[in-house]
């Protein structure tokens, strides 16, 4: 870290109030020293990163960073803070803030600083000196890593020889641990330095394999073979795990080897008196149930909300590429022939080749065969990411049944949570060795294959199938009100996160009625993608109509918001909802809502799950649709522009950046 901070970028006394006010700070101090070039740019990247996944980390420590253009070289920015504040740790306000800057293009760069910075704040002495440090170049030095040390690695006194037997004896317990992340950057490697330091602690020899958003390095597998037990310590799915087989397993989430290292040490020496092997493949992952912080996946021991969504999200994200496939080729066939087209005899049987008739058949009777799979593809990858790929068959089957017994979506949606849990249960079953090897490909789905088929068929096929008729009948029947209505709530969740959990919710309801397409289900559809294009065609239209409200690198983005809308990418507004998300969310919320409701009022409708004005021709009420979207875009270009401008009235009375049309005018990042 020779060249990444100097004393000018210490500040001892950070007096900011929230993380956004303090990467303010500290960033300032970077563009001072010449290694930022836009400050609202660079404050907007960081914005952007810290809305994924907050990066505060236990210990009073928070960690900003992220790549930008608008970094000239990779920089680091320290701060402390006596009153603490709030990054999104569990345990609290954080004092030790970091701030990263590193080159778009700078991948190595960026992982580099981030793990070598996070192995270092395990170590409490480290920590203690940031907190105790009163003169800033010394801090500087410290984090650079160039304080004396004391005792540098003095050369080991020779050993007594030692018979093989008392060699064996001595033999140090032997761990081999995976560590990784969503980010795979900081709690990768604090994972990996405090299961280390505490081996070092215990007189265990741990050696850890850090599975990282750079990549990996495998152990070697004369090391694995040697270790006398296993501890993953992970919120992904660990890679290879098949090379761990045969060892006892501590499977645990990656906060735990970062709190309780000394506990999951001891927990797999346990095992390994016990003898308890858990059973791990490539295909199923092991059958060792972990603990409290989580194992196996980041899903498999969250809140059950949080894993329900991310198994739903799974099936989902499978299932649109068959949808957006089938869906625009079932509905150019109906632009060519006509609605009449789906009752066309097979091409196989009868197709001539300058008929346009023909064309538009066989159109349709490929997308009909893309949207053949909707619910067994949704069924099986719902049921893939509970148990992986033992679960792929009876979730196949199960989808598959929920069509025969006409139970549609929500039949896949049952069938494939069917399906996960089943196999979750038979993998906990303790099996023979000798059978280990054939569970994954034979006796799982065999046995899931037929309890998630008896299930479908002869317990909740038929309830369900009830369940979704009524539902397509209050979606046909929904009229007035009650249509505007739900075009308001669909309008609000496409904007409210733009692409996040509630816009993938209400895409994944609209995309679902496809699947047995009925009037209703269509202008659901319709009300759905017609939301999701206001944001960033208001963002669009804000930086044209008022381009002194908002920065140089905005009014670049605006540029490109107009495409990103256009073709119904709602995630084009994200840049300008991370920099300033109190003005601009609300408005672009108020901005789909009118879209959404006004889409429904209309009777708009919408065959293709994707497309934007590109799909225009297949739409139902096409003018009325358009004028829907102008609308909304309208009020939410109209809000945005109100707030921000109230903003910059309030911190510039005299109006002197309009004045000038300086680009260094700037719009302060919201508290």
């Given amino acids: 870290m020779s060249e990444l901070i100097t004393a000018e970028l210490v500040d001892l006394d950070l007096s900011a109030a929230t993380k956004d006010a303090a990467a303010r700070s500290l960033a300032e101090r970077m563009v001072a020293a010449d290694r930022v070039t836009d400050l609202d740019g660079f404050l907007a990247d960081v914005a952007a990163r810290e809305a994924q996944m907050p990066t505060g980390l236990d210990g009073g420590i928070g960690i900003p960073h992220c790549r930008s253009e608008h970094v000239s070289a990779p920089t680091l920015a320290f701060g402390r803070s006596a009153a603490g504040i709030d990054f999104g740790a569990a345990d609290g306000p954080a004092d030790l803030i970091f701030l990263i800057a590193a080159p778009a293009g700078a991948d190595d760069d960026h992982l580099t600083i981030l793990s070598a910075l996070a192995r270092r704040l395990m170590d409490p002495e480290f920590t203690a000196a940031l907190r105790a440090g009163t003169d800033p170049g010394a801090v500087a030095a410290l984090i650079r890593g160039e304080e004396p040390t004391e005792n540098p690695d003095p050369e080991p006194e020779p050993e007594p020889e030692e018979d093989d037997a008392t060699a064996a004896a001595a033999a140090p317990f032997r761990i081999v641990a995976v560590t990784s992340c969503p980010t795979g950057i900081a709690h990768t490697y604090m994972a990996a330095e405090s299961l280390a330091a505490a081996g070092r602690a215990e007189g265990v020899e741990v050696t850890v394999e850090t599975q990282g958003s750079a990549g990996f390095k495998k152990l070697d597998p004369a090391v694995v073979a040697a270790a006398d037990a296993v501890i993953w310590a992970h919120d992904v799915e660990v890679r290879e795990k098949g090379r761990f087989r045969g060892k006892p397993l501590v499977d645990v989430g990656v906060k735990a080897g970062i709190n309780r290292p000394a506990e999951l040490i001891a927990e797999a020496r346990r095992k390994a008196e016990r003898g308890e092997i858990a059973a791990v493949s490539e295909d199923g992952g092991s059958t060792d149930p972990g603990d409290g ?39 150019l066939s109906f632009a060519i022939g006509g609605y009449e087209i789906a009752s066309a005899k097979s091409v196989a049987d009868h197709f001539v080749w300058g008929e346009a008739d023909s064309w538009a058949a066989l159109l349709n009777q490929i997308g009909s065969a893309a949207f053949a799979f909707l619910v067994p593809v949704l069924a099986g990858y719902i049921a893939y990411g509970m148990a992986d790929r033992p679960a792929l068959v009876p979730g196949f089957v199960g989808g598959a049944i929920a069509l025969t017994v006409n139970a549609g979506f929500l039949g896949g949606l049952v069938a494939g949570l069917l399906a996960g849990a089943v196999v979750m249960a038979i993998q906990r079953v303790p099996v023979h060795a000798t059978l280990r090897g054939i569970m994954p490909v034979l006796v799982i789905p065999l046995i899931a294959s037929a309890v998630v088929g008896f299930l479908m068929f002869i317990v909740v096929g038929k309830p369900i199938a009830s369940l979704q008729n009524a539902l397509t009948d209050w979606l046909n029947g929904l009229s007035g009100s009650n249509a505007v209505i739900l075009g308001v709530v669909l309008g609000l969740m496409m904007c409210f996160d733009m692409g996040g959990p509630l816009n993938k919710v209400a895409y994944a309801f609209a995309v679902g009625g496809l699947a047995d397409p009925t009037d209703g289900s269509l202008k659901v559809m319709a009300a759905v993608m017609a939301a999701g294009m206001v944001p960033p065609l208001a963002m669009a239209l ?130």
Avoid at 300 to 326: N, Q, W
């Fill in 293 to 331: 912080d989580g194992g196996g996946s980041g899903a498999d021991h969250a809140h059950f909300g949080v894993r329900l969504r991310t198994y739903l999200m799974s099936g989902v994200s499978y299932m649109v590429p068959f949808v957006a496939a089938g869906g625009l080729l079932i509905a």
């Fill in 542 to 671: 804000a930086t044209t109509v008022r381009k002194k409200l908002f920065t140089k690198t905005e009014r670049e983005n605006g540029r490109a918001a107009w495409v990103l809308g256009a073709s119904f990418i709602t995630e084009g507004a994200i840049p300008f909802a991370a920099a300033d998300p109190l003005r601009v969310i609300p408005s672009v919320m108020a901005g789909g809502a009118v879209t959404g409701a006004l889409s429904m009022a209309f009777g708009a409708t919408l065959r293709a799950p994707h497309g934007g004005v590109f799909v225009v021709p297949l739409i139902g009420q096409p003018f009325l649709y358009l004028l829907a979207i102008a609308a909304g875009t309208l009020v939410a270009t109209a809000l945005v522009v109100l707030l921000k401008g109230a903003r910059r009235t309030a911190s510039d009375p005299a109006g002197e950046a309009e004045a000038t049309g300086s680009d260094d005018s700037r719009v302060t990042v919201a508290a």
